[in-house]
Structures are given as structure tokens and as C-alpha cells.
């Protein structure tokens, strides 16, 4: 029973903010965001693996935030523009829990299990992201920056699933606000993109209960292979779809003529990828010594799911 409601509720969560992104004024688009949240709160309370006190945290955070957000859009207005979307931006930043506004976001997926993880990260920024692009400024530009070049350095040192992947997460948030630059629509599409990675993940380690990359030992070979060319394509290495989409982001900004932003982009994407090809080359290292991995069968799901990773080469030609 408890099952049947949790699938409803997903549902509606879905259909809320699929709504939402089909509206063009900002308080029913404000409508819908609240409404999922209160949505998703319901499924935080279900989840059995999440700390109750999670929803609490989460609620309250972003209840203040669109308080804020509401009142900020309905006092501000006629030469005051600039300045209510600037701060109209920065709720939006906020929501979104990259940085400097990442405390709330690091401290409730430590919390959270791997199906709440992936909604936080993923469903449940797709209407802040479209307020974003709404109301889009050089704040959040700087912004963007910092969140491409913090996390750089804040996963390097890490150990734990859930923070490397919270990191993860920050990186690519930057990389959607980058690509509002050429295109008010191209975010979506890098989110959605994104968000079909963090889901064979999250489905995986969620499956072996994973909290560390120590925890990998004993994977069976096709869930180790995946999650392997999952973390490649996050990092962006070629040929996979991280590569190609980062290539496309970067493009579009050097389009708009910002050559030093997009040189120190590449820079410190380069401390990402060694982020992330440390910790892969552990996991497999892991995963080798494994006796399972000398059985290896690689399933037709685990077949399309491969392809579907570097199918972006593809595309490219």
C-alpha cells in the first residue's frame, strides 16, 4: 500500500512540475514550485531510509526562500527592476544550493538516502533552474563561475559517496547556468541529460547500499562497468556525453566573448576531472580485485544504457 501512494505521489510530483515549466507568468510558475515541494515532502516522510528530520530541514528552507522570493516580485517594480532581478536571481542561486549558498544542500544529502538524493539533485531544481533563466543576470554569472571552480577543489579530498556526488552535483548546476547564455531552453536539455546519468547511478549504489567508494567491493561486474562509464561521462571525458555537452557550454560562452572565464573554466574543470578519475580508478581498482568481476555478463539493459552514454559521439558527426 505504502508503495502504490509513493508511486502516486511521484506522478503527481511530475505532472506539478511539468506544469509548472509550461507556464510563462512567474507567480503560477511560483504556484507549482510550492506545490511540489509539499509533494515532495510527503515522499521524503515515506522514505523509510531517510532521516525524518530531513523533510523538516528541507521545508523550512525553502519556504523561507520563496517567501522571500514572492514578496521580493510583488514590492519591487518599475525603476527597481534590476535590482528585483538580481535578487530574484540570487533566491533562485539559493534554491538551488550551489555556491556560496551550498551549506543547506551539503548538510541534507548527507541525510538523505539515494532515491531522495536524486530528486533534490535533479526533479526538484527544474523549476528553480526556469526561474533562473527567467530573471537571468550577471550575478548569476558570477555565480555560475564559482560554481564551476569551487567544487573543484571542495571533492578532491573526498571519500564519501554521497559528498562526492553532492560536489558533482554543484559542478553541473554551474554548467546549466552557463548554457542560459546562448538559449533560454538549452538548460533543460543539459539537466535532463545530467539527470539520466545521476539515475543509473543513484539506482546502483542504492541497490548495494553503498556509502563509500570502499563499499564497491563485491559488485557484480555489469554494476561495476556501468557506474564506471557513469562516472566518465560526468567527468567529461571523451567520447562520452559529458564531454560533448561541456564542449557545446563552453562554445556558447566564448560565442558571448568571454575568453577569460571560459580559460579558467577549463582550468579548474580540470581539477573535476581528477576528481572524478581518482575516485573511478579506485572504484575499478576495487571492483577488479573483486571475485565477481572475473564472471563477467554484461545485460541488454547494461548494453543500451553504455551506448546511451557515448551515443553523443554519434550525434556530434
Do not use: R
Not at 34 to 45: A, D, K, N, R
Not at 102 to 110: A, D, K, P, R, S
Not at 148 to 162: D, E, H, N, T, Y
Not at 274 to 302: A, D, E, Q, R, V
Amino acid at each position: 500500500m505504502q508503495l502504490f501512494f509513493k508511486s502516486n505521489l511521484m506522478i503527481t510530483l511530475l505532472m506539478l512540475i511539468l506544469a509548472g515549466t509550461s507556464m510563462n507568468n512567474f507567480l503560477l510558475i511560483w504556484v507549482f514550485m510550492e506545490m511540489s515541494t509539499l509533494v515532495f515532502i510527503f515522499i521524503v516522510s515515506m522514505d523509510q531510509y531517510t532521516l525524518s528530520s530531513l523533510s523538516l530541514k528541507y521545508f523550512i528552507t525553502q519556504s523561507f526562500i520563496s517567501m522571500v522570493m514572492v514578496i521580493t516580485f510583488l514590492l519591487f517594480d518599475g525603476e527597481a527592476i534590476m535590482l528585483k532581478e538580481m535578487i530574484l536571481s540570487g533566491l533562485s542561486l539559493w534554491k538551488l544550493g550551489v555556491p556560496p549558498f551550498q551549506n543547506w544542500f551539503m548538510n541534507l544529502i548527507m541525510d538523505a538516502s539515494w532515491h531522495v538524493f536524486f530528486l533534490i539533485s535533479t526533479v526538484m531544481k527544474v523549476i528553480p533552474f526556469l526561474i533562473l533563466s527567467m530573471f537571468f543576470s550577471y550575478m548569476a554569472f558570477t555565480i555560475a563561475t564559482l560554481s564551476v571552480l569551487a567544487p573543484s577543489f571542495m571533492g578532491a579530498s573526498q571519500i564519501c559517496m554521497k559528498k562526492i556526488m553532492g560536489v558533482s552535483s554543484m559542478f553541473t548546476s554551474g554548467w546549466v547556468i552557463f548554457s542560459m547564455i546562448s538559449s533560454k531552453s538549452d538548460w533543460l536539455i543539459i539537466l535532463l541529460l545530467y539527470s539520466l546519468m545521476l539515475l543509473v547511478f543513484c539506482a546502483n549504489v542504492s541497490a548495494e547500499s553503498m556509502s563509500t567508494l570502499d563499499n564497491s567491493f563485491g559488485l557484480s561486474s555489469s554494476d561495476s562497468l556501468l557506474m564506471f562509464f557513469v562516472l566518465l561521462s560526468l567527468s567529461g571525458i571523451p567520447p562520452m556525453s559529458g564531454f560533448f555537452m561541456k564542449i557545446y557550454i563552453l562554445m556558447s560562452v566564448l560565442s558571448k566573448g568571454y575568453l577569460a572565464i571560459s580559460a579558467a573554466i577549463v582550468v579548474m574543470s580540470s581539477f573535476s576531472v581528477y576528481m572524478y578519475i581518482k575516485n573511478t580508478f579506485k572504484y575499478m581498482t576495487l571492483n577488479i580485485l573483486s571475485p565477481s568481476y572475473m564472471n563477467f555478463k554484461l545485460n541488454f539493459i547494461g548494453w543500451i544504457i553504455i551506448m546511451n552514454m557515448a551515443s553523443a559521439i554519434i550525434l556530434y558527426m
